[in-house]
């Protein structure tokens, strides 16, 4: 059975800085891409960002803040968010599948989900 659980969440000051973990079980955790996707309340939700292979991709709205890191030895993923912003309040989920590059910002392109860890960024 496959888990995907996250963890880091919290209340954070604007500017702030937090750090989310997902940690993975079921499945061969280097063999697949890891993505964040994000949904603040009200909005749908959104990519965040990806690790792939070797590569990192991220959304516009946080490039330069966020960085998303994995360590296969641990079947972990990372996202270190420095400068946070009220904008990026949300709930943050991991994903696992195994998107084509062009895709991976497209939730259908994943197979397994956590159940989300809440982020707020507030004074």
């Known amino acids: 059975q496959v888990q995907l659980v996250e963890s880091g969440g919290d209340l954070v000051q604007p500017g702030g800085s937090l750090r989310l973990s997902c940690a993975a079980s079921g499945l061969t955790f280097n063999g697949y891409t890891l993505s964040w996707f994000r949904q603040a309340p009200g909005k749908e939700r959104e990519f965040v960002a990806a690790v792939k292979g070797g590569s990192q991709y991220y959304a516009d709205s946080v490039k330069g803040r966020f960085t998303v890191s994995r360590d296969n030895a641990k079947n972990t993923v990372f996202l270190q968010m420095n400068s946070l912003r009220p904008e990026d309040t949300a709930v943050y989920y991991c994903?696992?599948?195994?998107?084509?590059?062009?895709?991976?910002?497209?939730?259908?392109?994943?197979?397994?989900w956590g159940q989300g860890t809440h982020v707020t960024v507030s004074s």
């Open positions: 994903a696992a599948g195994r998107p084509i590059t062009s895709s991976l910002r497209r939730e259908s392109m994943y197979y397994y």
